[in-house]
């Protein structure tokens, strides 16, 4: 037999691990290390590695300030930051930039200070734009290798067993940093509330875990999530939802056991109340969620409207109280969600997603990142993903914004190809993606105000006018890649 | 007759409620130039309006509800409206028939000016004073514009020295008075806002009580009530459905020339034939039947 | 002829409206249109168009206008200027009558 290797003692073999590109080498003593600044030592963190963060704690985040600043603190450069998204508080780091400790950026959402540093071309390489799918599979496949992932923990015990709903920066689900915490060469915990072996429920398990760094404050509970999200009463976003829903009750789709996902973007939250009536009076149950949960999509659960729920992050309190009680309510990592290198996630099998967006053109066309003069203010999120899982994909928007008009000749940057998107659903007008005949004649009875996309279009220019060209832009400051992998749109400076 | 469930107001001087006005599924809409707009923007908001009649395409009828004649702007927003060539004024504080007289006068005057059709804007009345409800069928009968009247209840209440309750039985008597005067003029009758927009229970209650008291619809100030009054105004299918077996058996015994007729065991006479009538022609205005289909 | 006479104010600098300030310059000096907008890069060049056709309307020359906008639609933006128009005529109208 070839690639026999004798016993030399229990501690003397270091085995490689079976799948992935994780390596394992000897087992820390202790895992729990005095400071962030000794964990970045333990790992050994050099120029010019890729180091990750995970964006659970949304605008509430103090983790990736605090270890950026220690690793700027020991001189270390050029590192490439990998973020599952960058919410406005990340503005913090920008001295980073500005010094070059960070020089690369991969994400799946970019916006505030650093939207305007990378649109202004001043980050050395062009920022990666990434769906969370398509940041899942690019992890997976070795595409993104990451060297150290420091991966704020709300509750952690000595060894490393993270989960998200205890502490008190708990943030419900950890679906993003799963990936992270699985893949990564070294996986530092930090926490605000270590506790003592073993923790009862675990997400991420010591198995992964390197070293955990206890921090007095991960982040603020106001800023992770809202209290209660509450459903709007803005009249014009309460129209399109009902449209929105209306087009769910008419495709076909509406039947006894269907999937829905429910985005965290106004419209789509107030679309959940008008489906929730249309499910009461239909007596029609669905057999699971999947999303971003909100309280909105727990209250369903409760009702028995929905039977169970797929959770890859949370955005309010109700909904981490449920992840934490409710075993029905699962969580579900960034691959189970979105991957298209796995053998299946879990958006092939959504029936129905509403989703918010920035614009869309006459191709259908989706763009969720920047605004319609080309500077980055927004996230992909799932938003490629679902669009390319789901059965019917409703892309939700007004038709203008003060002047701008939204549905387009042309979006300034494609994030979602149009064909996977099939209704877009404004105030004035609902338009079919013409792929789909099927629900172009569902939805004829339903009483929708139907119309062609370019109909759409040239009433959205008619009221603002047409647009002037915006100038092209100049060298590429971002790229865009679609969840397979390829390079669907780049970015210019403007 | 136009359909005319709902009559949404809109402040005057709000650019972006002026443009969205039309995506709510309102009957009629009616741009707001006097309580919503601040005395020292009264000159602007009467530009905005103007503008966004002329500029806007909107999906129903759209009027614009003017300063009285005997305050400062009254004349200025009659002749700077009429520009525009709304739906319909709608008249505040109508209380004297010489007063609409007047405003019917000016609308002419402005009308031949501008080159539109004499009388083709016509008045919606908002009565708010006791001596107006008193005075309301002459009021109705005082302009052959007048296609509607209504009834301001806050400032009603203040004239007849109580309050406004959740439950509106202060202004029973004026409601039903002001029903009567619209019916026996033949002008449509609206029923008064419900100013407190959060409580929806007391807002289904007072809508209910306007339709049984037999109201054609009901003026509201927030976009959100506009389905809720639909809703309540447009007859169930069930009630579509009763409608035509008592027409089908009302025609069947004109044929057989039968004296007495019956359905489900109940006699049917003229006011019964003659509500079907009417649910079946609202059931064809609001789309519910098709057009053409036999009433 | 008409004329410009004082300073003259119209709408506000918030969402959907534009904030219009018409002021007076010496005769002959023609028009000075300054615009800020969110917008700008689209539709810079319509604002000012719109602005030049209602001075036009009225025939007025040797002004300043200053267009604070925040994303009006075009019947506001007229509107807007109207009413300032207005309003910085108004002294001048009560001084001829």
Redesign the interface.
């Known amino acids: 037999m070839k690639d026999v290797v004798t016993f030399q003692g229990a501690w003397a073999n270091v085995p490689p691990q079976a799948r992935g590109i994780k390596t394992v080498d000897a087992p820390p003593s202790a895992k729990v290390l005095k400071s962030i600044a000794d964990a970045i030592d333990a790992v050994e963190l050099k120029d010019g590695m890729t180091i990750s963060f995970h964006h659970h704690f949304r605008n509430g985040d103090y983790v990736m300030k605090m270890v950026v600043d220690a690793i700027a603190a020991k001189g270390i450069r050029d590192l490439t930051l990998s973020a599952s998204s960058l919410s406005a508080v990340q503005d913090a780091i920008l001295p980073h930039l500005e010094s070059g400790v960070v020089t690369a950026i991969d994400t799946s959402g970019i916006r505030g200070e650093i939207g305007k540093f990378v649109s202004a071309g001043k980050l050395k390489q062009p920022v990666m734009i990434r769906s969370h799918g398509g940041r899942a599979r690019a992890i997976e496949s070795g595409r993104l290798p990451i060297d150290v992932a420091f991966l704020g923990a709300p509750t952690c015990d000595t060894q490393g067993n993270i989960n998200g709903v205890e502490g008190p920066s708990a943030c419900g689900s950890l679906g993003y940093a799963m990936m992270d915490a699985a893949y990564a060469r070294k996986v530092v915990a930090i926490t605000d509330n270590l506790v003592a072996y073993p923790l009862r429920r675990i997400s991420i398990p010591q198995t992964q875990v390197d070293f955990v760094v206890a921090v007095e404050k991960i982040g603020d509970p106001g800023g992770i999530g809202t209290g209660a999200l509450r459903i709007s009463?803005d009249?014009?976003e309460?129209?399109i939802s009902r449209y929105a829903a209306q087009v769910i009750e008419y495709s076909g789709l509406f039947k006894p056991g269907y999937s829905i996902q429910l985005g965290s973007g106004g419209a789509s939250l107030s679309a959940a109340k008008f489906l929730q009536e249309k499910m009461l009076a239909n007596k029609i149950t669905a057999s699971f969620g999947v999303g971003g949960v909100t309280g909105i999509f727990v209250d369903m659960m409760q009702e028995g409207l929905v039977e169970q729920l797929f959770d890859v992050q949370d955005f309010d309190l109700p909904s981490i109280q449920s992840l934490k009680d409710n075993p029905r309510h699962l969580e579900m990592s960034a691959s189970y969600y979105a991957s298209a290198a796995t053998r299946g996630p879990i958006v092939n099998q959504v029936d129905a997603v509403i989703l918010s967006a920035t614009e869309v053109d006459v191709d259908f066309n989706v763009n969720v990142l920047t605004g319609?003069?080309g500077k980055l203010m927004g996230a992909p999120g799932g938003h490629p993903d679902t669009a390319a899982g789901s059965h019917l994909s409703i892309v939700v928007l007004p038709l203008?914004?003060?002047?701008?008009p939204m549905v387009r000749e042309k979006v300034h940057t494609i994030v979602t190809p149009g064909e996977t998107v099939d209704v877009v659903v404004t105030?004035?007008g609902v338009a079919v993606n013409p792929r789909r005949q099927d629900l172009i004649d569902n939805l004829s009875q339903s009483g929708l105000p139907l119309m062609k996309i370019e109909d759409l279009q040239r009433l959205a220019y008619k009221?603002?006018?047409a647009?002037?060209p915006?100038?092209p832009g100049g060298a590429v400051v971002g790229m865009v890649e679609y969840r397979d992998g390829t390079i669907i749109d780049v970015i210019r400076q403007q | 007759m136009n359909l005319r469930r709902t009559m949404l107001f809109v402040p005057g001087n709000d650019p972006g409620k002026l443009f969205n006005a039309g995506i709510y599924g309102a009957d009629s809409i009616v741009f707001d130039l006097e309580d919503a707009v601040a005395v020292g923007e009264k000159d602007a908001a009467r530009d905005l309006v103007r503008n966004a009649l002329l500029y806007n395409e909107y999906p129903c009828e759209v009027g614009v509800r003017i300063n009285h004649i005997s305050t400062p702007f009254g004349h200025d927003d009659i002749r700077e409206i009429m520009r525009a060539r709304p739906a319909f004024l709608r008249v505040p504080k109508s209380e004297d028939p010489a007063d609409i007289v007047a405003v019917d006068e000016l609308m002419t005057h402005w009308e031949r000016e501008y080159g539109h059709e004499v009388g083709s804007v016509k008045m919606v009345l908002t009565i708010e004073t006791a001596l107006g409800i008193l005075n309301s069928f002459h009021l109705a009968k005082a302009s052959r514009r007048v296609v509607a009247i209504g009834l301001g209840a806050e400032d009603l209440a203040a004239d007849l020295e109580t309050n406004r309750t959740p439950s509106g039985r202060e202004i029973l008597f004026a409601r039903s008075q002001l029903l009567l005067s619209a019916r026996a003029a033949k002008v449509q009758a609206i029923d008064n806002v419900y100013a407190d927009v959060k409580n929806e229970d007391g807002f289904i209650a007072d809508t209910l009580l306007g339709k049984e008291l037999g109201f054609n619809g009901k003026s509201v100030i927030h976009p959100n009530q506009v389905d809720i009054v639909h809703r309540i105004y447009t007859p169930t299918l069930a009630e579509v459905e009763k409608a035509r077996r008592i027409l089908a058996a009302y025609r069947e015994a004109l044929a057989k020339k039968s004296g007495v007729i019956a359905l489900d065991g109940k006699m049917i006479d003229g006011p019964i034939v003659a509500r079907a009538e009417r649910t079946l022609r609202y059931a064809q205005a609001v789309g519910l039947v098709k057009d053409g289909e036999s009433v | 002829m008409t004329r410009v006479i004082q300073c003259g104010q119209a709408g506000l600098a918030e969402k959907s409206d534009v904030l219009i300030t018409i002021e007076p310059r010496q005769a002959g000096e023609g028009r000075v249109i300054l615009v800020k907008s969110p917008v700008m890069l689209e539709f810079g060049r319509q604002i000012t168009e719109t602005v030049h056709a209602v001075l036009d309307e009225q025939a007025i020359d040797d002004v300043s206008v200053q267009v604070e906008d925040k994303g009006a639609l075009e019947f506001v933006l007229r509107a807007r200027c109207e009413t300032a128009l207005r309003r910085s005529l108004k002294e001048c109208d009560s001084d001829e009558s």
Do not use: A, F, Q
């Not at chain 1, 203008?400 to 701008?404: A, D, P, Q, T």
């Open positions: 009463r009249p014009k309460l129209v319609s003069n203008l914004r003060g002047r701008l105030e004035r009221i603002t006018g647009p002037d915006v100038p």
